[in-house]
């Protein structure tokens, strides 16, 4: 199962961005082990996007546009399909990889040649900062994912990754239905299948749109991030069942305890709740794990008040902030 740099590709994804896709293709193309990088466009509507791509990078690249459009997430099946080499890490049209990601990423497969999933860690650039990922809670120079864990919380962001393009196949390819946890779903099915391992090192950077339209930030003001995230965890242990007989239940309150709602994300957003959403995140919110003696006193303000002051509140400091 020997791998080298031959054997991978870099699929730079793109729909109508012309604002970052150049330097996120630039990052690819600057390994320190080159590999080959393949451009997949969406169909997306502005022609001046290939233009762009191919006016600046040429033959470096191989340049791939979908004949109709496949959406997010049909468009990560859409480089499997495309890519010619055993081995594929996809990169957003925003986001940045290290100069020394495949360097760390054949580092990883070398010493555990056997799994599915191999990773780094990811810092995060907003307002034109990069913010580096916390310390790790190990000591050594990575670690093996624990399958339990990983069903709970996704443990690691999108870009900075290399799977085998015929393990991705075996385990049905991304979910294509899937709204804000397509990525999650992945990993997890090869974690399950294969075995997943990430190093400690910072390998790639994630761009924060916090003033942008983002369909992670939508999911986010509209209150469904916590609801689609169980939802996953539900998938994830049904799939661990399916696969290796496993019964796990489904922990909510340990959850809760050990990663509690965001007091922050709820006071912004909750104004702009559907009623029934309101309801399941002032419900989580309440049965969370205090972090600090603010989070704790307006728990009980909250369960005096319930899911309406909840929502009276964040109104009032939308209206004071705007």
């Known amino acids: 199962m020997g791998i080298c740099a031959d054997d991978i590709t870099i699929a730079v994804t793109v729909f109508d961005r012309r604002d970052y896709v150049l330097e996120a293709i630039r990052s690819a193309l600057g390994q320190t082990v080159p590999v080959k990088v393949m ?68 580092q990883l ?11 780094g860690r990811q810092a995060i650039l907003t307002n034109g900062v990069v913010i580096p990922p916390p310390p790790t809670n190990w000591a050594a120079p990575w670690r093996e994912i624990d399958i339990r864990s990983a069903a709970d919380v996704n443990f690691t962001l999108f870009p900075g990754h290399l799977f085998r393009v015929e393990n991705a196949l075996a385990v049905g390819g991304f979910e294509t239905h899937s709204y804000f946890t397509g990525d999650w779903d992945m990993w997890f099915r090869l974690t399950a299948r294969f075995g997943a391992v990430q190093s400690a090192a910072e390998v790639a950077i994630v761009r924060s749109h916090e003033t942008e339209g983002r369909g992670t930030l939508l999911v986010e003001r509209k209150g469904w991030k916590w609801a689609l995230d ?15 007989g496993m019964e796990l239940p489904f922990e909510r309150t340990k959850l809760l305890e050990t990663s509690p709602i965001s007091l922050r994300l709820l006071l912004r957003h909750a104004h702009g709740f559907t009623r029934r959403i309101n309801y399941y995140n002032w419900w989580l919110f309440v049965h969370s794990r205090a972090p600090h003696w603010r989070y704790k006193v307006l728990q009980w303000l909250f369960r005096l008040a319930g899911p309406g002051g909840l929502r009276s509140l964040s109104r009032l400091l939308a209206k004071t902030t705007s």
């Not at 959406?71 to 986001?95: K, M, Q, V």
């Not at 169980?230 to 290796?244: D, P, V």
């Open 39 to 106: 451009v997949v466009e969406d169909c997306g509507p502005d022609p001046a996007v290939r233009e762009a791509i191919v006016g600046e990078f040429g033959h470096r690249i191989e340049y791939i546009r979908n004949s109709s459009n496949r959406g997010l997430f049909d468009n990560w099946n859409a480089c499997l399909e495309y890519c010619r080499t055993p081995w594929l890490s996809i990169l957003h049209d925003d986001d940045l990889l290290r100069p020394h990601f495949v360097e760390t990423m054949l």
């Open 109 to 119: 497969v070398k010493k555990k040649p056997e799994l599915g999933f191999y990773c």
């Open 230 to 244: 169980n939802r996953q965890r539900k998938r994830n242990l049904t799939y661990l069942k399916q696969i290796r």
